[in-house]
């Protein structure tokens, strides 16, 4: 989810805690715990800072090992010892408890978006994309403001998010649905489907769609239950050339591939470069496909320049390449 969702998701989690009775009856610890609630909807994110660093770290990072097994619960004991320090007298185990479950709660609602998480880490680095909910879900966020707006009338904290929860629970169950009855529709319309990657947008009956079939990629949406195809490219699967070889090893590239689940790639010979450029497909924008990852090789396929992220116009990429003059 995006950091808003998951700051309202820590004001949630600390007013249910007010249902637990150590927490309802001691007000420091009640503190303490939304203090907890609060970080540890947060501490996840932490790898954004990788930003900083360049796009091929925070790709292949961001919602890694912070997002990991180990992570869920390391997490809690980081904060709940940080905290323990300013608040010494308080319950420690039900600070660390609630701390834990605002981590646990952070991973496991971003599973269901279509950047996903490498979630089971460390026993598998393959990443669980449902792909059921946007990362910013307008209906999730307008539930929480909802609930904290109720908090200003007087209401319950704990019984009203917990009210506001079990309408979000079924909302995913919708979603969910919405998804099946999509699938279906894709199966029926396109022959010899294999994999269908569903990204929800903000509108809530329309969803992207990468398709991969036996031959190959199909890119359209899910409008009222109808599926629309936009595009279609050949699939053919990256061959045993050293120029492809030698892109492969360049860190954006290598980031890109990493992560993308569907995309096209492209071989340009020019008259003294080549470039390579990998497209995902599951994120078209007004007829354009904006997340790449390009690399520019000289005749000894020695990189020049290469990059990866989000580009919305081939100008903005060129300037990214320093293109090389053909």
């Known amino acids: 989810m995006d950091t808003g969702t998951h700051i309202l998701m820590g004001v949630a989690l600390g007013s249910i805690a007010t249902l637990d009775p150590a927490v309802a009856h ?41 997002h990991s097994l180990p992570a869920v619960w390391l997490w809690p004991l980081f904060i709940t010892g940080i905290i323990v320090f300013f608040y010494p007298n308080v319950n420690v185990f ?10 646990a709660v952070h991973v496991f609602v971003d599973i269901f978006n279509a950047y996903g998480t490498q979630a089971l880490r460390p026993f598998t680095k393959k990443w669980i994309a449902l792909g059921v909910i946007n990362t910013f879900d307008p209906v999730i966020f307008a539930l929480h403001l909802i609930g904290i707006g109720l908090l200003f009338l007087g209401t319950h904290p704990g019984y009203t998010f917990l009210t506001i929860y079990a309408i979000i629970a079924i909302y995913y169950i919708i979603r969910f649905r919405q998804q099946v009855k999509i699938k279906h529709a894709v199966h029926a319309k396109i022959p010899n489907v294999e994999c269908i990657i569903t990204v929800p947008t903000f509108r809530f009956r329309k969803w992207h769609l990468a398709i991969t079939a036996k031959d190959r990629f199909y890119v359209g949406f899910a409008k009222n239950g109808h599926i629309h195809i936009l595009d279609q490219f050949k699939k053919c699967p990256l061959p045993d050339d050293p120029v492809i070889e030698a892109a492969k090893k360049d860190e954006n590239v290598a980031a890109f591939l990493s992560f993308s689940p569907v995309y096209r790639w492209e071989l340009r010979e020019y008259n003294n470069h080549y470039e390579v450029r990998f497209t995902d497909l599951r994120y078209r924008s007004k007829g354009y496909y904006p997340f790449v990852a390009a690399v520019q090789l000289d005749r000894d396929l020695n990189i020049v320049s290469s990059y990866t992220g989000w580009i919305f116009s081939e100008g903005k990429l060129r300037k990214k390449l320093n293109l090389i003059p053909n």
């Open 26 to 66: 001691d007000p420091f610890l009640s503190h303490a715990v939304l203090l907890g609630t609060l970080s540890g909807s947060q501490a996840p994110d932490i790898d954004t800072v990788l930003k900083l660093r360049n796009n091929a770290k925070y790709i292949r990072n961001h919602r890694g090992i912070t």
């Open 94 to 103: 039900h600070l660390w408890l609630w701390t834990f479950i605002s981590v």
